[in-house]
């Protein structure tokens, strides 16, 4: 069942009440008073088909509010005006322990003096609006209900902002994590936060052309003057999309350095190796020869052969070890 509250208020007075049965909404409106009919969750279709009938939405308006996820947009329907925007927040800890990225559609119908907002679940970011209903700050009780439809964008438009902070805090956590300790964990966060990142873009992109079609379209539910107030969420829609993508970037970047850092490691193991196998293949060859049971080898019966043997393994190995130092292949040389 969805969640519905209706909130009126002026200039002098604000209330706001819970709305047990979408029937109470048929004579819910006060053209002295401005109206928010705020929707969580979209129950059955018979409930939303009676909110359709109530408030006289367009069945076309009815099909992008319920058909979830929609691209964001902005679209007149003759006395209203559909704006849908993307939500987002932080979600519970995952098995990692790290929050996950919420994301929602929400959904305004702005008219002349009652704003609607469909909400696809329960839980938002409005708090700070209803707030400043409450305590009567600023225009937004001294304006219409496009004012309250800008509030509200704003407010979900701003809400990207901590989450992008948190992402690009976890991101520089993983810098060091990456060159010290390139693990297949590590890579694995890198992965979710791609993809974190990725949608995230998918919806700021789109949202900064709704949002700059109200600035530059002509709506007459929509006052010149919240025009320019819209302006200022287009530049934090900008804003939010270029730290998006520099932090697609970096994560880009982690990745490659922390393919760069395994290459490099396997490379490290495959040099002590191969350093190891070239000490050892004279050595052995050494031994071979000396190990062969032909009859007529006269070091066997010479009385030092043995502690020769030894002395000649010993000085190749290290005659080796040498060079490979000489080189710079071993014990790095300084100066």
């Known amino acids: 069942m969805p969640a519905i509250s209706a909130t009126y208020y002026s200039q002098t007075a604000h ?21 928010w009919v705020d929707i969580q969750g979209f129950g059955d279709r018979s409930i939303m088909r009676k909110i359709g009938e109530i408030f006289h939405l367009h069945p076309l308006l009815l099909e992008d509010v319920v058909n979830v996820p929609q691209r964001p947009k902005s679209e007149p329907y003759d006395d209203q005006l559909l704006v849908i925007v993307r939500m987002v927040r932080l979600g519970e800890p995952d098995d990692q322990e790290e929050p ?5 559609q929400v959904s305004l119908v702005i008219t002349k003096n009652y704003l609607i907002t469909f909400q696809e679940k329960h839980g938002d970011v409005l708090d700070p609006v209803r707030q400043r209903l409450v305590a009567n700050k600023g225009l937004i009780r001294k304006r219409g209900p496009d004012y309250l439809a800008y509030a509200i964008i704003d407010t979900i438009v701003d809400a990207y902002y901590p989450v992008l902070e948190i992402l690009g805090d976890r991101l520089e956590a993983l810098e060091e ?3 010290d300790n390139p693990s297949p964990a590590v890579l694995g966060e890198l992965n979710r936060l791609k993809n974190q990142l990725i949608n995230l873009r998918r919806a700021i992109w ?9 600035v530059r379209g002509d709506h007459q539910v929509m006052t010149e003057e919240v025009g ?26 982690l990745m490659n350095t922390y393919l760069s850092s395994v290459a490099n490691r396997t490379n ?19 031994a071979g ?25 010993v000085a190749v190995a290290i005659g080796m070890l040498a060079y490979f130092w ?8 300084r100066g």
């Open 15 to 35: 209330r706001r009440v819970a709305v047990d049965s979408v029937d109470d909404l048929v004579d819910a409106f006060d053209d002295d008073e401005v109206t």
């Open 100 to 104: 996950t990225v919420d994301m929602e």
């Open 268 to 286: 490290e193991v495959m040099k002590v190796l191969t350093i190891m196998a070239s000490i050892f293949i004279p050595l052995t060859f050494m």
């Open 326 to 333: 000489m080189k710079g292949w071993i014990f790095e040389r």
């Open 289 to 313: 020869i000396y190990g062969m049971n032909f009859e007529h080898m006269p070091e066997l019966k010479y009385q030092y052969s043995y502690a020769v043997l030894w002395i000649a393994m």
């Open 228 to 253: 320019v107030y819209m302006r200022d969420v287009y530049d934090h829609c900008i804003q939010t999309s270029e730290v998006a993508e520099m932090y697609r970037e970096m994560v880009t970047g």
């Open 177 to 179: 994590v990456v060159i």
């Open 206 to 214: 789109p949202q900064r052309e709704a949002i700059n079609e109200l």
